[in-house]
């Protein structure tokens, strides 16, 4: 397997970096590995972004770090990984090119040779290599929606980092293939949703967090002396299709084994959502539809819901994050997480 080789731009000075966003993007020449050098160059850490070419809040504060010209406290490495799905047109509309795996899924071994497996293999060994104290993954979520961390475990390195950026985190034992399963292998990994994509405020998000995770002199025992009471969300399931059932967001039924969701549904991010409440409708059997399946294969998914004259109803009380009303995302990732509340 020939490994891809990253970009490397060491110490960028503030005017070496287009003003706007999208020139800034435009002139990376594919997956870039930024270093700048810090006051005590015997420590470093990583922040990594843009692993879905939709989810620009984290490239947003990279771009307004660089433009600042701010003085680390330690080393900091910038990845900055799916460059091309992010500027193919229209502009952060790509999670990945077509045809391409979703690289947040890439990261476990053995790895797969393909452009993807290949990448996640050359960013897992250079971080390994770099023994940072810590990694952060800044994501944007594809629905609208506030910001939450996310953890694999709950120590106090874990809330620590996520406290730079929002006071949620979700607690979870779903071994993916992502960035947050390497936690631990190496130094505390989180992983940020900033909150949806194309919002001031998650890209406000963003930029206090890193801001932060770059200028602070310690950032794994900040005390929690600013009264900051974090929300924990703990073990939460995905809702997810069965293979080959369709999904579709809207008014019009489909007509085909699926279901059809409310078009407003990611309104109902982080809220309590009552039992008894309607998300859509499903066309055939309710367990051929949708599955919610445990860290252990367990599927739940008739504990949590249930059909009633053909609405998909909620059982019991839950909290809902992630809610995507995207068809795509819902097809390839999941429909929404959620944790009984
Ligand atoms: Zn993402």
């Known amino acids: 397997m020939t490994m891809p080789a990253l970009h490397v731009w060491r110490d960028p000075q503030p005017q070496e970096v287009a003003p706007r966003l999208r020139d800034f993007l435009d002139a990376l020449p594919g997956p870039t590995h930024i270093q700048l050098s810090g006051r005590d160059g015997s420590r470093c850490r990583v922040a990594v972004t843009l692993l879905h070419g939709n989810e620009p809040s984290g490239l947003s504060a990279v771009h307004a770090l660089l433009r600042q010209g701010i003085e680390p406290a330690v080393d900091i490495h910038l990845f900055i990984v799916n460059v091309q799905a992010a500027r193919a047109r229209p502009l952060f509309s790509h999670r990945m090119l077509p045809g391409e795996r979703d690289l947040n899924r890439c990261f476990r071994a053995p790895f797969t040779d393909d452009s993807q497996g290949r990448l996640a293999h050359t960013l897992l060994s250079c971080w390994q290599a770099l023994a940072p104290e810590a990694l952060i993954d800044i994501h944007n979520t594809s629905g609208a929606g506030p910001s939450f961390g996310v953890v694999t475990a709950i120590e106090s390195a ?6 730079l950026f929002t006071h949620r985190v979700v607690m979870t034992d779903l071994v993916l293939g992502s960035v947050m399963d390497l936690n631990g ?7 940020i949703e900033c ?8 890209d406000h998000t963003a930029l206090i967090g890193l801001t932060q995770y770059v200028s602070l002199e310690r950032v794994l025992d900040l005390a929690p002396e600013n009264d900051v009471i974090m929300d924990y969300f703990h073990h939460p399931l995905r809702l997810e299709l069965v293979t080959g059932a369709a999904v579709d967001y809207g008014h019009e039924v489909l007509l085909v084994r699926g279901v059809t969701l409310s078009p407003d549904l990611e309104q109902l991010n982080f809220n309590a959502v009552a039992a008894g409440t309607r998300l859509g409708v499903v066309t055939g059997e309710l367990a051929e539809v949708l599955q ?9 998914l008739l504990h949590f819901f249930c059909l009633e004259d053909d609405y998909l109803v909620t059982r019991v009380r839950m909290k809902f994050f992630m809610v995507t009303n995207n068809p795509e995302i819902a097809r390839t990732d999941c429909l929404l997480y959620f944790v009984p509340a």
Not at 292 to 300: F, L, V
């Open 185 to 191: 292998r190496f130094c505390p990994v989180v992983t």
């Open 158 to 163: 874990h809330e620590s980092l996520v406290s």
């Open 195 to 202: 909150g949806g994509a194309r919002s001031d405020e998650s």
């Open 292 to 300: 919610a399946t445990t860290s252990e294969g367990d599927n739940r």
